[in-house]
């Protein structure tokens, strides 16, 4: 026994609950053929009430419940197919066959498509084939009664979801849309179904739309992303979006299905909350860069008072010992006229004190040089004669260590105002120092150009006020030398007082000190850094007019 949709029906069993068939039929001899038939047919099982007129089995309809009925529709009150839908509507869950004694293609279809599961022909009507469509029409019937409460059921569930839902055929088409997505556009169903998204969206978001389905047409598989939507009402807004393919029993594409919710409330929180992330890592970042130039000014300071405490110490040495040499230089020109001529050894340590205490004299005044606070005798200087007139003094190195000198100084460069004799002093180091890195000859390269600076400078350890703030205008010397550079180590070293990389006897260690101290007298900076193939020092200084302001 087959139970489906409360109605039962006999298949091989005698135990079974017997069919109840309501035979619609005014032929006596077409009923009892019909009688006969159903004892044939294997199993039994069916119990035959017979109306003979349309309005008759409308009313039995209506009093008991039948699993089938059996009609002609050629019955003295009968209207044909309109009969047909009579019965229907009495009894819409009773399935029902067409008996004619007219074999007529054309009546039987059209009453198959206006609901009949089946239209038998009188003549030739055996039991087998009434059993079969007896049984066929009943199972048939209760499976699109299952399917007609699943669609019900399916629709009730889409309509009363929060979230928008609808369906298009390959041709991007609507062919479904929930109350809530036609709700969004202000549309009834019925001006929806039929439409492309290119009636109801901007041309650009309509098609980018509609690549998104013929993605999911192309590969058959499930799209999901979040993406911008628009509003009835033209606002932007942001939706979860999720299109799958519709197949049918082949898996072949028929179309999609779409759902999406708004994520608007959402995705903003998410890019305010990006916002306050950014606004909150770039108040780290000033509050780091914050804390690393406190850390550099405190830096700066202790430079500063060290290289001052320096200054203090080398003046008081410097004059304690020039009086003391001064007075050996004089013990050495003495004796070096009252002791016989004759003995060479002592003329040869005599002539090295000579040159011990000319050297500690050099060193001396060095001393004195980088500790004491110098007027400057400024006046607007012509840039490029002050370092050619510069090259001029130290040409005599330059030659005997076979230097080739290359030059590149910039047409109508703005004057400076400088101390000539003290600037060209810092230069005669700088160029000295070029010609002793390449004992074996190279090129030394002097350039000059004016920039406008684009971040203030101020040199660690400096004792000066002044600085090149961003926007002003400067001049610029660059010396370039091709020796062989400044080892990494000792290039944080350079210029503090005493320390030197050449041979005990050329240089004091003093050169680059005094230099800088001289140009940050000047409210400008200097700088060196090794280059591929050298070392280049880099002084700038400001223009004449900046200075004045």
């Known amino acids: 026994m087959s139970r489906s949709n409360g109605v039962r029906f006999t298949t091989d069993s005698v135990d079974s609950k017997p069919i109840q068939i309501l035979l619609v039929e005014d032929n006596s001899a077409d009923v009892r053929l019909l009688r006969e038939l159903l004892k044939e047919i294997s199993g039994g099982g069916f119990v035959l009430t017979v109306a003979s007129r349309i309005d008759e089995a409308l009313a039995k309809l209506a009093a008991e419940s039948f699993d089938v009925v059996l009609t002609d529709l050629s019955l003295p009150d009968s209207r044909n197919l309109d009969s047909l839908h009579e019965l229907h509507s009495a009894a819409p869950t009773v399935p029902i066959i067409v008996l004619s004694g007219l074999d007529d293609e054309s009546l039987a279809a059209s009453a198959v498509r206006e609901g009949a599961q089946d239209y038998l022909f009188k003549t030739g009507l055996d039991s087998h084939i009434l059993g079969r469509s007896i049984r066929h029409a ?45 709700q969004l556009l202000g549309k009834p169903l019925d001006q929806i179904i039929g439409k492309t998204d290119l009636d109801f969206y901007p041309p650009e978001l309509a098609k980018k739309f509609q690549q998104d389905d013929r993605e999911v ?7 999901e992303t979040i993406e911008e939507n628009v509003a009835p009402d033209g606002e932007k807004m942001y939706v ?8 049918d029993a082949k898996g072949r594409v028929l179309g999609t299905q779409c759902i999406f919710w708004d994520t608007t409330a959402q995705k903003r929180f998410e890019l305010q909350l990006q916002r306050k992330n950014d606004e909150l890592a770039a108040s ?7 804390n690393e130039d406190l850390k550099s000014a405190q830096l700066q300071l202790i430079q500063a008072e060290k290289m ?28 070096s006229k009252k002791l016989p001529g004759g003995d060479e050894n002592v003329a040869m340590v005599l002539q090295e004190m000579k040159e011990a205490i000319t050297r500690a004299d050099s060193i001396t005044r060095g001393l004195l040089d980088f500790a004491a606070s110098k007027q400057l005798a400024v006046k607007p200087e012509d840039f490029n004669q002050l370092i050619t007139d510069t090259l001029k003094m130290v040409r005599h190195e330059l030659n005997k260590n076979r230097i ?22 810092v230069f005669v180091n700088i160029f000295v120092n070029a010609a002793h890195a390449m004992p074996d000859g190279g090129t030394l390269t002097v350039r000059t150009f004016a920039k406008q600076m684009t971040e203030t400078t101020h040199s660690e350890g400096s004792r000066s006020s002044a600085h090149l703030w961003v926007g002003d205008i400067a001049v610029v010397a660059e010396v370039e030398d091709t020796g062989s550079g400044i080892p990494e180590e000792h290039l944080a070293k350079i210029f ?7 041979p005990t006897g050329v240089g004091t260690g003093l050169g680059l000190p005094v230099s800088r101290k001289i140009v940050e007298l000047h409210g400008g900076t200097i700088s060196i850094r090794n280059k591929p193939n050298g070392t280049g020092v880099r002084v700038t200084l400001l223009l004449k ?3 004045e302001s």
């Not at 699109?144 to 991007?172: M, T």
């Not at 979860?240 to 197949?247: D, G, N, Y």
């Not at 970042?285 to 914050?290: E, P, Q």
């Not at 080739?404 to 002093?425: C, F, G, N, R, S």
């Open 496 to 502: 503090d007082p005493f320390f030197t990389t050449k």
């Open 240 to 247: 979860h979006v999720v299109k799958t393919p519709i197949l």
């Open 404 to 425: 080739e000198l290359v030059k590149d100084m910039a047409v109508m460069l703005p004057k400076v105002a400088v101390d000539k004799t003290q600037i060209q002093q």
């Open 217 to 223: 047409i192309r590969t058959g598989r499930i799209f």
């Open 308 to 335: 001052e405490s320096i200054g203090t110490l080398a003046a008081g040495v410097a004059h304690e010992v020039k009086n003391p040499l001064a007075i050996i230089q004089m013990g050495i020109n003495y004796l």
């Open 545 to 547: 007019e900046q200075r």
């Open 284 to 290: 780290e970042a000033a509050l780091r860069k914050s």
């Open 138 to 182: 009943i199972e048939r019937h209760v499976a699109e009664q299952k399917l007609v409460r699943s669609e019900a059921f399916y629709h009730s569930l889409v309509e009363h979801l929060p979230q928008n839902i609808f369906r298009k055929d390959l041709g991007e088409r609507f062919t479904f849309a929930n109350q809530r997505f036609c």
